[in-house]
Every structure is written in structure tokens, then in C-alpha cells.
């Protein structure tokens, strides 16, 4: 989870000369609760369990893949398409325990 936390802070100060300080720091304090996706809007907190997930994002676009394997193509960032992985640590908590994100190919 730290080295969750470490990639999206790593992230985040990369993109700060673009964002105004406030969104900046919006952005930064809500890192320490979860992770917040734009489109759909959805803020996901770092302790969600599966099932919870699936809650939230009933009547969207999440995919079950496997145990503990879920993606969803969505915003996370504005204007960053792309599909993230939602992976939970079913041995340990059942909690998530990393996001993916794949980069989506632009069609035509």
C-alpha cells in the first residue's frame, strides 16, 4: 500500500506545475483517503474490501476478471483515458492492495 501511495504522490508532484496550487492540494489530501476517478465520478477509499467495490460502481463499467481482480475504463485524471486494475490482497485482508493502469489505444 505505501508503494501505492509513493507511485500516485511520484504522479501527482509531476503534475503540479499544471494544476493550480489549490487543486494540487485538494488532490494531495484526498491521496492519505483513497483515490478519486473523475468519470465516473467515484472516490474509492484505500481500505474498500470487493464487494464494496462492486457496490460502488453498480451500473457501471467495472469487469470481474478473477478473485480479486476487477478493471474499469474510466478518467482517472483529467483528461488521462485509461483503464485502471483494481487488485485485492485476498490472503492478507481482502482489501485493495494495488491499482493498474493501462493505457487505452486511440481509435482509428
Not at 95 to 102: A, G
Request: proline content about 5%; glycine content about 8%; overall charge negative.
Amino acid at each position: 500500500m505505501k508503494e501505492l501511495h509513493d507511485l500516485l504522490e511520484t504522479l501527482i508532484s509531476t503534475l503540479q506545475g499544471t494544476w493550480s496550487s489549490i487543486a494540487f492540494l485538494k488532490i494531495k489530501n484526498e491521496l492519505h483517503r483513497g483515490f478519486t476517478i473523475n468519470h465516473p465520478a467515484v472516490f474509492i477509499p484505500w481500505n474498500i474490501t470487493e464487494n464494496e467495490l462492486a457496490l460502488l460502481f453498480s451500473g457501471k463499467k467495472l469487469q470481474h476478471i478473477s478473485e480479486g481482480y476487477y478493471t474499469l475504463p474510466c478518467e482517472p485524471l483529467k483528461g488521462l483515458d485509461c483503464t485502471v486494475g483494481f487488485h485485492f490482497n485476498l490472503q492478507l485482508n481482502g482489501i485493495l492492495n494495488e491499482l493498474e493502469f493501462f493505457r487505452v489505444e486511440p481509435e482509428g
